[in-house]
């Protein structure tokens, strides 16, 4: 896709006559960047997109495009699963390894996909950073969706990139934690019993009422929507909020980690 809206970005400043400086002049990018867009190196932003529609006169054809090279921002296996939360009225998620992407400070997140194996390139890194902040624009979205998030207690004491980090990433889950439409709660070290020791996923109702499950393992991902997979998941759900600690309690066990370390 980028490659493709790269072409059609070209070809529009072609026949508008324009070099990619001017371009870049008219919309604040170098020249450098167009080149970069246009050959779909990188992933030019929603407001480039508008912007360059009009000063090249193109019509509507770049802007076309938007939604699909926005896609384009995720790595292949994640594409189908930011569609559906983009759509989400209600969105549960249970995390086992990390601090939830919805969660993540700048970073954190920076931080996540630095250490991803792989390596990925630094243009990658940020690309990706960029895409994952601007997720998090479902916890201002009108209507408001209804969120809530399991989070293993070990993911709280793993202080990934360093402790600074760490500690404004707990500051994070306290702030959000204390919105109206969101919950987290903390899985505790000490529970005797778990419903989910077969790994995180998130389940998600969109707009036509539809619910969908997403398991994500080593870069491999599903998407369900059969009912009976579906079904299973949401129970394995309900046993974890109750086996995990309250909001309240969970926000209090952040707040007393920040005072400890």
């Not at 001017?22 to 080149?35: H, V």
């Not at 601090?99 to 920076?110: K, M, N, S, W």
């Not at 624009?137 to 980090?165: D, K, M, N, Q």
Request: charged share 30%.
């Amino acid at each position: 896709m980028l490659h493709v809206f790269g072409q059609q970005l070209k070809l529009c400043r072609l026949r508008a006559g324009m070099e990619r400086a001017e371009l870049g002049a008219r919309t604040g990018y170098s020249a450098s960047t167009i080149a970069s867009y246009e050959q779909g190196r990188r992933i030019p932003p929603p407001k480039f997109i508008d912007e360059a529609d009009e000063v090249l006169d193109a019509g509507g054809v770049l802007k076309a495009g938007k939604k699909e090279v926005a896609r384009a921002q995720y790595p292949a296996f994640f594409r189908d699963a930011a569609r559906l939360e983009a759509q989400a009225i209600e969105l549960h998620v249970y995390a086992t390894q990390a601090v939830p992407g919805l969660l993540q400070t700048d970073e954190y997140a920076r931080a996540v996909f630095e250490m991803w194996r792989p390596l990925l390139d630094e243009e990658v890194v940020e690309q990706r950073v960029a895409a994952r902040m601007a997720r998090q624009e479902i916890f201002t979205r009108r209507p408001a969706p209804h969120l809530s998030f399991v989070i293993e207690e070990s993911v709280l004491h793993r202080p990934l990139g360093g402790r600074s980090v760490w500690r404004g990433q707990l500051e994070q889950l306290l702030l959000v934690g204390q919105r109206r439409n969101v919950e987290i709660q903390v899985m505790p070290l000490w529970r005797e019993e778990h419903a989910g020791l077969a790994g995180p996923f998130t389940l998600i109702e969109d707009r036509e009422e539809r619910r969908i499950s997403y398991a994500e393992v080593q870069g491999d991902s599903r998407v369900h929507t059969e009912r009976g997979k579906v079904r299973e998941l949401e129970a394995a759900y309900g046993i974890l909020r109750a086996q995990a600690l309250t909001p309240e309690e969970s926000l209090a066990l952040i707040e007393k980690l920040l005072g400890e370390k």
